[in-house]
């Protein structure tokens, strides 16, 4: 390192000397609040820039205004302008030695393409909890490069939200995927380590805000125990703490023929999500396929659809969210129309959230005879890690979060399906009429039966 490059950042606690200190290929920190993750962040990746001459480093927050005030305002304040320049447009800071730190905030599955084929030396997830495992897994995958420079991944994090799951069971919990065929799907315990952190460990803090310590105490006694003193056990995470892998996760079997077949599916064009259901004799529900992928126009969606049922694959009815049929600004069609004209006819869902979720939640009970009413395939991946991961919504703890949004597409296919299952058990079989005054087409067709509705 050049004398131009010398940086004294000032003086760490002995937490923080233990995050520079680390070696791991991920390296976990924090726990509680106020233990000075931030700082420790900015500063290790700043070292890196000037140590690493050419090291491409990533920095991501779930949302850009958190990435403004937490690290691009504060490391701009720090790094002399000979030194650096910094782009706006990019959200990036050049450095004179080649050395790159990108600011990065994630939009869900919409960034995977933004990021594809990209390449980091060192990666920074801040506040880890709020991403998705698949989100860690798809970062982990631009941890990559044809130099000499040691690849790192360094997380930070306090317990709760939607990531809590994996955060504690990589970090917290240490338990490790291991027994796969393929070695490289295991891991390894030797690549993980955490550095607990808490407000005392953070000197610094407590005298510039003798306040804060006596906020975190007199926070409800879940928070407290979470924020206060890092206790993983304290936020439960999941709204669906039924759903579990033993009582709710089967390989997948040839379904008998006799079974009934139904779809369901969340639409938009940052999300198509479409599930896959066969209901046996005695009532249950198998989830057995799923589908998901953004960018999809309508008739594209309702192709991807058909193109994944199997020829004479019969499917009784497919539930779709109400705002299907909204009109359309350009065609002046409803979205429901444009699905029957390429071929998939499909049925209004009810759009009750808290009553749809209450359905999955009943769903996923045992019945009298021990097992539960719905079950899903194995390779419904996607649609199951989304159930773990969402939370209960802050303001209304008997509704699910809708943030962040890309957990919450395959959850509401599953919540069209099971409130679609019971309000249609309890409608009358033969055409006549609703206790809202709508007939049978109406209901079927999600409005009034017209030409376009019934040519299929």
């Not at 850009?64 to 990036?92: F, R, T």
């Not at 360094?154 to 809590?164: K, Q």
Request: aromatic share 14%.
């Amino acid at each position: 390192m050049s004398a131009d490059y010398e940086w004294n950042p000032g003086d760490a606690n002995p937490k923080q000397r233990l995050f520079f200190a680390s070696r791991k290929l991920y390296t976990g920190y924090g726990g509680a609040k106020g233990g000075g993750k931030t700082w420790a962040m900015r500063t290790k990746a700043l070292l890196g820039a000037y140590n690493y001459p050419g090291i491409r480093i990533l920095i991501m927050r779930r949302t850009y205004p958190e990435l403004q005030s937490n690290h691009i305002e504060p490391m701009l304040k720090l790094v002399k302008p000979e030194l650096a320049g910094y782009n706006g447009s990019l959200h990036s800071l050049y450095f004179v030695n080649g050395s790159l730190i990108h600011f990065g905030h994630w939009a869900g599955e919409q960034s995977e393409l933004e990021y594809n084929g990209q390449e980091y030396d060192w990666i920074f997830l801040d506040e880890a909890t709020q991403f998705t495992w698949r989100a860690f897994q798809f970062l982990g995958g631009l941890l990559r490069g044809v130099n000499d420079i040691p690849k790192r991944f360094y997380v930070t994090c306090n317990p709760g939200g939607v990531g809590h799951r994996w955060v504690k069971r990589l970090f917290i919990d240490r338990e490790f995927i291991s027994g796969r065929e393929n070695p490289e799907e295991n891991e390894d315990p030797d690549d993980y380590t955490f550095i607990p952190a808490t407000v005392e460990d953070n000197a610094a803090l407590l005298k510039a805000s003798p306040g804060y310590l006596r906020m975190l105490s007199s926070m409800p006694e879940n928070l407290r125990r979470a924020y206060r003193y890092g206790e993983w056990d304290a936020l439960g995470g999941s709204y669906f703490p039924e759903l579990s892998e033993k009582a709710h996760v089967v390989e997948p079997f040839a379904i008998p023929a006799g079974w009934k077949r139904y779809r369901a599916f969340d639409y938009g064009l940052d999300m198509f999500a479409c599930a896959w259901f066969a209901v046996d004799e005695a009532g249950r529900s198998w989830m057995y396929r799923e589908y998901s992928k953004s960018g999809l126009i309508v008739k594209d969606a309702a192709k991807a659809m058909l193109e994944r049922t199997l020829p004479g694959e019969r499917i009784e009815a497919t539930f779709a969210p109400p705002d299907m049929w909204s009109r359309q600004k350009d065609s002046g069609k409803t979205m429901a129309e444009l699905f029957f004209e390429g071929g998939a006819p499909i049925v209004r869902a009810d759009n009750s959230r808290v009553q749809g979720h209450m359905m999955i939640k009943e769903m996923l009970a045992k019945r009298p005879d021990g097992r539960p009413s719905l079950f899903f395939f194995s390779n419904c991946r996607q649609t199951i890690d989304d159930l773990k991961d969402i939370q209960a919504d802050e303001n209304d703890p008997n509704d699910c979060a809708a943030e962040p949004h890309e957990v919450t597409h395959r959850v509401d296919a599953v919540r069209y399906y099971c409130i679609s299952r019971v309000l249609s058990a309890e409608r009358p079989e033969r055409p006549g009429g609703d206790a809202d005054g709508m007939d049978y087409d109406e209901y079927m067709a999600g409005g009034g039966a017209t030409a376009s509705y019934i040519r299929f």
